[in-house]
């Protein structure tokens, strides 16, 4: 944790902090024999450095807070990093002495590429907020920052001027078409490290790599590799949390978010951090250490405050530094630039070869490129995956790679939906008949078009059917989560992580078995659920509770698991959560921590009743289990039992007396119904494998008493078991009917 720098609050455990790093110079003092104050100002540039800004809020701390030692352990012993850092140096101390960054005139054009790395949540952020980050830290580079006229009068002397410009790629490592934004789906984003990386990376030689993310394993808000401190060129780069990138979107637009990646750069540029080489900003011992500028006064750092006279080395401070953690950082001083030419001078890292001429033209960011749009790359969403029969389903296009202009098209097919194609950019698709369907989108504009499928995306589930409350289920069948006999009576299991729920025979509240998930290896963020089969409420009224027996135990103070408890009543299109319970409050054995697998004894199980009234008389309701892992232990459920009262649930429905008769229906059978208030209306029928086949809205009724003639109603049907509907208000109440031939 020596290196490990953290832009923001910290969390850092002390004991263990003084352990790694006298672990550190013990092993520093076997490598190379010399006194160890020698040894600690040789640290700054021998040791392999890894900076980390860390999140403003929300941090995960704890364990989580630095997840790279075994990444120092690995480069400290490296002698080839040791070696890239020495030769580094020495190149700096040479260009400096012989003040070689005079002669640095020209603007340096560095190719840049956004690696957005997203689960299609609000971490695969719009290119708008890519493009205020490129504002801003052209800006930060090229002095041309507003507020820089805000540096108070004793540091204006010697604000520095890096004449670095940022231009997004626009060929790729292939010489395709690029904007500069790549965007990849994996649930890293939710607990990233250099994992990341290892989805995609460009060469380091000829693009400055960016992985957008949504969550750093570490807790920090981003990260970057001092040149020559990583063995793996692929990992070179800056990996920084959405929240943090930008003024605009879903940056929280501090200065401090908005100034993150340009104190990253200033570190993949060699720059430390003003307190020296530290991990802890804040501590007197800092004043004893330099971050080797000259010009950069003795500091012990800053810690999201902006004290303009601060002085805590016996000289003012440079808070406004951008590579302090103060709130108001504005500026870099000429000695930072300096160091910063250097490094840009040097091969180690590849940070010399970013700007040469040849490179610019390789990358599409040479003065004059112009090429016309990219093709699009077709990607898209749905509002929800699933529904029951008669579901609208919301398809929003996030095609990328392109600006949209009045050349794009989009071409959609809809297999089982209504309308089965469009055209539109973001339609909205009927789906009348259960089954599982592929949806795909064609984009084009005038330069070329990709196509997106996805397959069995769209899972539509019939009305009605399934299970009939009471419902317990206590995992005692090996078949879980198959029903042995009736696949409608299936619960089913999914996640984003590769271990899943699962029934297990290791321990049980009642029985021999119980579902649990292994969550204590399962990364952060992670989501696994766990879902009835459909349990037709059709005539179930309140009081309608569900009860399970949970056991958990949290890893330690960190462990914010949260289990949830959603019912939907209609195939899962929506949900609305009913249980939440997040770590200490989930927790089960009394608030302990538990290092090791954690098994419940008869005595750790705690039994819940949720109230889920919200279900009744809906004859498609539905019940999810959902665990999002955060570092704690493992989760177990047994006994789950559902129950509810036989009837209409009067007090809750705008509708009475709702009747077919006589049923089987003929032709002077009346459908009849009291409406207490006045509500919009509209009838449904279903057959039996829930497809729609009969819709009329009757517009708003007042309260009355209605009785209609069916066969003036309804259209004639075919003989079978039918459903119809009614919707008062939004309140479904349906009835099954025959009709014979
Ligand atoms: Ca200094
Ligand atoms: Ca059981
Ligand atoms: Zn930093």
């Known amino acids: 944790m020596l290196n490990c720098c953290n832009r923001g609050f910290l969390k850092i455990n002390t004991p263990e902090h003084i352990k790694n790093f006298s672990n550190f110079i013990h092993f520093f003092k076997l490598l190379h024999p010399m006194k160890l104050k020698t040894a600690i100002l040789f640290l700054s540039f021998i040791f392999p450095f890894v900076s980390f800004s860390q999140h403003t809020h929300g941090a995960s701390g704890g364990e989580h807070l630095c997840g790279t030692d075994s990444l120092y352990r690995l480069a400290l012993t490296n002698p080839e990093v040791r070696k890239q850092r020495e030769e580094l140096e020495k190149f700096t101390q040479y260009f400096l002495e012989n003040k070689l960054y005079e002669q640095e005139k020209d603007v340096k054009v560095i190719p840049i590429v956004f690696h957005v790395i997203h689960n299609y949540g609000e971490e695969n952020i719009t290119k708008a907020q890519i493009l205020d980050v490129v504002r801003i830290i052209n800006e930060d580079f090229k002095l041309l920052n507003a507020d820089q006229s805000n540096v108070i009068s004793q540091f204006q002397g010697i604000i520095g001027n890096p004449q670095i410009e940022f231009r997004l790629a626009r060929k790729d490592p292939n010489g395709q078409c690029t904007d500069g934004i790549t965007r990849t789906v994996s649930t890293l984003t939710f607990s990233a490290s250099d994992n990341v990386k290892d989805l995609i990376s460009w060469n380091t030689n000829k693009y400055l790599n960016i992985w957008v993310v949504d969550k750093i394993e570490s807790g920090a808000g981003g990260y970057s590799y001092l040149p020559g401190t990583t063995i793996n060129a692929n990992y070179r780069g800056i990996v920084v949390v959405h929240s943090q990138l930008g003024s605009i979107g879903t940056s929280t637009g501090s200065n401090f978010a908005a100034r993150t990646l340009t104190h990253e750069i200033g570190h993949f540029f060699n720059l430390m951090h003003p307190w020296g080489y530290s991990n802890e900003p804040g501590v007197s011992t800092n004043c004893s250490m330099d971050d080797d500028v000259t010009d950069t006064p003795n500091t012990i750092g800053t810690l999201l405050t902006c004290n303009l006279a601060q002085n805590t080395c016996n000289s003012l401070d440079n808070v406004q530094n951008y590579m302090d953690y103060a709130t108001c950082a504005i500026m870099f001083t000429q000695g930072q630039v300096s160091r910063m030419l250097a490094a840009l001078n040097s091969t180690v890292g590849g940070l010399s070869y970013l700007w040469q001429p040849s490179n610019l033209i390789a990358t599409g960011t040479n003065d004059g490129y112009s090429t016309a749009q990219c093709a699009p790359k077709a990607d898209f969403i749905a509002n929800s995956t699933r529904g029951c029969a008669g579901a609208t389903i919301n398809f929003t296009d996030l095609s990328y790679n392109a600006d949209v202009d009045g050349s794009w098209t989009w071409n959609w097919t809809f297999t089982g939906g209504t309308p089965a194609t469009s055209t539109q950019q973001n339609p909205s698709i009927t789906y009348n008949t259960p089954g599982t369907y592929n949806v795909s989108l064609t984009a084009a504009n005038s330069t070329g078009s990709t196509t997106k499928t996805k397959t069995q995306y769209i899972k539509i589930a019939p009305i009605g059917g399934g299970e009939n409350v009471p419902v317990a289920e206590g995992f005692e069948n090996a078949s879980f989560p198959s029903h042995p006999s009736d696949a409608t009576k299936s619960w089913t299991i999914e996640g984003t992580s590769s271990v899943k729920w699962e029934r297990t025979t290791v321990t049980s509240a009642s029985g021999v078995a119980c579902i649990r998930l292994r969550n204590l ?52 299109l929506t949900w609305q959560p009913r249980y939440s319970r997040i770590g200490v409050g989930l927790a089960t054995n009394g608030g302990a921590y538990v290092a090791t697998n954690f098994v419940p004894t008869a005595t750790q199980w705690r039994e819940e009743t949720v109230s889920i009234n919200v279900l009744a008389n809906s004859p498609n309701a539905i019940i999810q289990f959902e665990m999002t892992s955060e570092g704690g232990n493992n989760i177990y459920i047994d006994n789950i039992n559902i129950t509810g009262a036989v009837g209409m649930d009067e007090q809750s429905s705008p509708v009475a007396e709702f009747q077919i008769y006589p049923n089987p229906v003929s032709y002077d059978s009346y459908i009849s119904f009291y409406l207490k208030e006045s509500k919009p209306v509209s009838l449904r029928v279903y057959d039996m494998i829930g497809k729609a086949v009969f819709q009329e809205d009757m517009g708003i009724l007042p309260a009355s008493a209605y009785d209609k003639a069916i066969n003036e109603t309804i259209p004639t049907l075919k003989s079978g078991v039918y459903i119809l509907e009614l919707n008062a208000g939004g309140v479904k109440t349906s009835k099954k009917f025959v009709v014979l031939e």
């Open 521 to 572: 290896n399962i990364a952060a963020g992670n989501v696994n659920t766990f879902t009835s089969p459909n349990i037709d409420m059709t005539n179930i009224s309140s009081p309608i509770n569900i009860s399970f027996k949970v056991a958990y135990a949290q890893k330690n103070n960190a462990s914010v698991d949260k289990l949830r408890v959603l019912v939907s009543k209609n195939c899962g």
